[in-house]
């Protein structure tokens, strides 16, 4: 993963700098903002190679951007883009298509080579996250993914899958090298975002291979989450995560069978990684209280989950984080 902030720069450059090095020459867009204003911008992101796709997370001031003609034929891309709005909102237009308005936590797409104007609503500037993946990579020949003009999403369906996947793509990315399977996992979400926003674009069916296989993926990042927000209830079962998700028992339990553990599984794997993580940041907490907050029904079985686990009991645990700090 690269991280580039303007503090690298002196605060005259700042805003030059980014323009002509990051916005240009690494985006292919062109970045305006009134000469007054350029001595208090600040701006950062992250790029990750995710997949055969580009994950970018940016925050900076508010400032206009235009991907014109001129830009396109300068760094011509042929990838599509899935933009997620993390923060504020952001207004799109110039485009054949309508202007909108995209909200935070919403989510937009396009294809890298078509015009647009875009810049904040208001005045708390960009965050957001891009995922940009070559159209050579999505295996689909079909012409009008080369013309998605910026359109916002309208699929309220579709939205939790794509933040959860976007989620879970962002966990990946920041853990890679530190498994194997980091690889193919990103992989996965990569095509699963891709293949849901041409779903929602109408370019493929949901009952397709492509579109089942996505939604697939969407649902099992979504259900994994959900499990992690609702650990403390030690009744949690599965027809409350399929409510949640708004499919059958059946269906949770078939997303679980293609990954690596079952849902009880999950479920205990996350409250003992949970259980870890309360151990080294409140070292002084009892560790009854901890078991008791991570949805285990007795302590008991907590200390019997863990020792199988990790081969240690919790307080052997917690010593051993205590002296490695």
């Known amino acids: 993963m690269y991280r580039w902030c303007t ?3 002196e605060p005259h450059d700042r805003f030059d700098f980014w323009r002509e090095v990051r916005a ?13 204003r350029r001595g208090d911008f600040y701006g950062e992101f992250s790029l990750s190679q995710v997949g055969n796709g580009a994950l970018v997370e940016l925050k900076a ?7 014109s003609q001129a830009d396109i034929g300068y760094a011509p891309g042929d990838s599509i883009c899935v933009y997620q709005q993390l923060g504020g909102g952001g207004w799109f237009g110039g485009m054949r298509s309508s202007d909108f308005a995209i909200a935070n936590g919403g989510f937009a797409t396009s294809h890298t080579d078509l015009p647009y104007h875009t810049r904040p609503l208001g005045d708390s500037g960009f965050h957001l996250r891009i995922l940009k993946i070559p159209v050579s990579g999505l295996a689909t020949q079909d012409k009008r993914t080369r013309e998605l003009a910026p359109k916002v999403f309208n699929d309220p369906a579709l939205a939790p899958l794509l933040d959860a996947c976007f989620a879970d793509l962002g966990d990946a990315a920041a853990n890679d090298g530190s498994s194997g399977a980091v690889p193919l996992v990103q992989a996965l979400l990569v095509q699963a975002l891709g293949q849901l926003a041409l779903i929602e674009r109408g370019i493929v069916r949901p009952g397709s291979r492509r579109g089942q ?3 697939r993926t969407g649902r099992l990042s979504l259900a994994r989450r959900l499990i992690a927000r609702h650990l403390q209830d030690p009744d949690l079962a599965p027809t409350r995560v399929a409510d949640l998700l708004g499919v059958s028992v059946r269906h949770l339990h078939m997303l679980f069978e293609v990954a690596d553990r079952s849902f009880s599984q999950t479920v205990t794997e996350e409250r003992l990684k949970q259980s870890r993580r309360l151990m080294c940041e409140a070292p002084e907490r009892l560790i009854a209280d901890i078991a008791s907050a991570c949805g285990f029904e007795s302590l008991a079985t907590y200390y019997r989950v863990f020792n ?3 081969g240690m009991a919790p307080g052997d645990f917690r010593a051993r984080a205590a002296g490695a700090r």
């Not at 240009?24 to 007054?36: D, I, M, P, S």
């Not at 001031?61 to 991907?67: D, F, G, L, P, T």
């Open 61 to 67: 001031s508010s400032y206009a951007v235009e991907r």
């Open 24 to 36: 240009k020459g690494l985006f292919g867009v062109t970045a305006e903002l009134e000469r007054e």
């Open 7 to 9: 503090d690298e720069v």
């Open 308 to 310: 199988a686990a990790y």
């Open 213 to 215: 296989a996505a939604l």
